[in-house]
C-alpha cells in the first residue's frame, strides 16, 4: 500500500468517526443538557404548566383545574383520563437528587386520593432508591433525560432554537479540532510504515535520501495548529460585545461587564453551578478571551463571597 493512501485512509477514518459521534450523539446530549439548565430558569408556575401541556399530549387533563391566576404554585395536579385519576408531582430545580422518601410521599398521597398512579416530573435526577421506590408504586419518573424528550417540543421557539444553536457551536467546533488530530495520527501512522519498511530497502547510499521525503509530513502535521491569528483591537472589542449580548439572555445572569480586557465581572441570579458552564461556552468561542479571569458575583442580598474563575489557563 502507498504510504499517502495509508496517511489518507487513517484521517478519513479517524475523522468521519470522531465527526458522526460528535454530531450524532453527543450533540443532542448537549441539547438535553443545555435546554434542561434553561428549563432551571423557569418560575415554578411556568414549569408546571410546560409538563401539564406534555401529560395533555398522553390524553391526560387536569381534573376540574381552578383558574391558574387566582391561586398560589403549586407542586401536585390530580389528572383524568376517562375513569382513572393520576397524580402529579413536580419537582423544580436541576440540583435535585431524589431519593425514596418523596416518591414514598406521592405513593401515600395516590393511596389517600384512591388514584390509579402516579407521575414524578423533574430536571434533576433520581436516584436508585427513588426508581426502586417507584417501581413498587405504579409510578412513573420523568426526571432530566426523560422529561426532556416530553417537553422539548412545546418550550418557547427562541429558547429551543437558542439551546441547538449552542449544542451545534459546541460540536462543530469538537469536529474541526477531531479533524485537526485525525490529521496528525495519519501523519504519525505514515512516519511509522515508512520506519518499519526503511531496513527492507537495499543498503545502497542513494536510499537515505528518499527518506526525509517521506518523513515530510510528520513536520507539517502541526502546520494546523498555527492557523490561530490574533485578533486586532476592532475585532477583540467586537468579540467581547458578542459576549456581552449572549450572556444578557442567558437564564440565571442579570448582566456581564467588562472591567479590562482580560477581567468580565459577572452578575448571578442563580447558583454558580448552573451559569458557570453558560460563561464559558461564550469565552471559549473565542481563542482570545478564553484565558479571561471571571468575577462570579454573588446573588442580590446573599452572603456568598465573590469568587474568581478561569474557564481555560492556557
Same mark, same amino acid.
Given at each position: 500500500?502507498?504510504?499517502? #493512501? #495509508?496517511?489518507l485512509?487513517?484521517t478519513?477514518v479517524?475523522?468521519?468517526?470522531?465527526?458522526?459521534?460528535?454530531?450524532?450523539? +453527543? !450533540?443532542?446530549?448537549?441539547?438535553?443538557?443545555?435546554? #434542561?439548565h %434553561?428549563?432551571?430558569?423557569?418560575?415554578? !408556575?411556568e414549569?408546571?404548566?410546560?409538563?401539564?401541556?406534555a401529560?395533555?399530549?398522553?390524553?391526560?387533563?387536569?381534573?376540574?383545574?381552578?383558574?391558574?391566576?387566582?391561586?398560589?404554585?403549586?407542586?401536585?395536579?390530580?389528572l383524568?383520563?376517562?375513569?382513572? +385519576?393520576?397524580?402529579?408531582?413536580?419537582?423544580?430545580?436541576? %440540583?435535585?437528587?431524589?431519593?425514596?422518601?418523596?416518591?414514598?410521599?406521592?405513593? %401515600?398521597s395516590? !393511596?389517600?386520593?384512591?388514584?390509579?398512579? =402516579?407521575?414524578l416530573?423533574?430536571?434533576?435526577?433520581v436516584?436508585?432508591?427513588?426508581?426502586?421506590?417507584?417501581?413498587?408504586?405504579?409510578?412513573?419518573v420523568?426526571?432530566?433525560?426523560? &422529561?426532556?424528550?416530553?417537553?422539548?417540543?412545546? @418550550?418557547?421557539?427562541?429558547?429551543?432554537?437558542?439551546?441547538?444553536?449552542?449544542?451545534?457551536?459546541?460540536?462543530?467546533?469538537? @469536529?474541526? @479540532?477531531?479533524?485537526?488530530?485525525?490529521?496528525?495520527?495519519?501523519?504519525? =501512522?505514515?512516519?511509522? /510504515?515508512?520506519?518499519?519498511?526503511?531496513?527492507?530497502?537495499p543498503?545502497?547510499?542513494?536510499?537515505p535520501?528518499? !527518506?526525509?521525503?517521506?518523513? %515530510?509530513?510528520?513536520?507539517?502535521?502541526?502546520?494546523?495548529?498555527?492557523?490561530?491569528?490574533?485578533p486586532?483591537?476592532?475585532?477583540?472589542?467586537?468579540?467581547?460585545?458578542?459576549? &456581552?449580548?449572549?450572556?444578557a439572555?442567558?437564564?440565571?445572569?442579570?448582566?456581564?461587564?467588562?472591567?479590562?480586557?482580560?477581567?468580565?465581572?459577572?452578575?448571578?441570579?442563580?447558583?454558580?453551578?448552573?451559569? /458557570?458552564?453558560?460563561?464559558?461556552?461564550?469565552l471559549e468561542?473565542?481563542?482570545? #478571551?478564553?484565558?479571561?479571569?471571571?468575577q462570579?458575583?454573588?446573588?442580590?442580598?446573599?452572603?456568598?463571597?465573590?469568587?474568581?474563575?478561569?474557564?481555560?489557563?492556557?
Amino acid at each position: 500500500m502507498s504510504i499517502w #493512501l #495509508l496517511g489518507l485512509a487513517v484521517t478519513l477514518v479517524t475523522g468521519i468517526a470522531a465527526t458522526a459521534y460528535l454530531w450524532l450523539v +453527543r !450533540r443532542p446530549r448537549d441539547e438535553m443538557s443545555y435546554g #434542561l439548565h %434553561a428549563l432551571s430558569g423557569l418560575r415554578w !408556575r411556568e414549569f408546571s404548566k410546560l409538563v401539564l401541556a406534555a401529560m395533555e399530549r398522553r390524553g391526560l387533563v387536569e381534573a376540574s383545574p381552578e383558574p391558574h391566576e387566582s391561586r398560589e404554585p403549586q407542586s401536585t395536579f390530580l389528572l383524568a383520563r376517562g375513569d382513572e +385519576r393520576w397524580l402529579l408531582s413536580c419537582k423544580h430545580g436541576s %440540583a435535585y437528587r431524589i431519593a425514596a422518601a418523596p416518591v414514598l410521599e406521592l405513593a %401515600a398521597s395516590i !393511596r389517600l386520593g384512591t388514584a390509579h398512579g =402516579g407521575i414524578l416530573a423533574t430536571e434533576g435526577n433520581v436516584e436508585k432508591e427513588g426508581r426502586d421506590a417507584a417501581q413498587g408504586n405504579n409510578i412513573e419518573v420523568l426526571d432530566g433525560p426523560r &422529561l426532556w424528550p416530553e417537553v422539548v417540543d412545546l @418550550i418557547e421557539p427562541s429558547l429551543r432554537e437558542q439551546v441547538m444553536a449552542y449544542a451545534a457551536a459546541r460540536a462543530k467546533r469538537h @469536529i474541526g @479540532i477531531a479533524w485537526f488530530g485525525a490529521v496528525a495520527l495519519g501523519a504519525a =501512522g505514515m512516519a511509522s /510504515w515508512s520506519g518499519q519498511q526503511g531496513p527492507s530497502i537495499p543498503a545502497e547510499r542513494p536510499a537515505p535520501a528518499a !527518506r526525509p521525503a517521506a518523513t %515530510a509530513p510528520v513536520a507539517a502535521a502541526p502546520v494546523p495548529a498555527a492557523g490561530f491569528k490574533e485578533p486586532t483591537e476592532e475585532e477583540l472589542e467586537a468579540q467581547m460585545r458578542e459576549v &456581552l449580548k449572549a450572556l444578557a439572555k442567558t437564564p440565571g445572569i442579570t448582566r456581564g461587564v467588562w472591567q479590562t480586557k482580560l477581567t468580565l465581572s459577572v452578575d448571578r441570579i442563580a447558583s454558580e453551578k448552573e451559569v /458557570w458552564p453558560w460563561i464559558c461556552l461564550e469565552l471559549e468561542r473565542y481563542p482570545a #478571551l478564553r484565558t479571561t479571569r471571571v468575577q462570579l458575583n454573588p446573588p442580590p442580598g446573599s452572603s456568598e463571597p465573590v469568587r474568581w474563575r478561569q474557564c481555560k489557563n492556557m
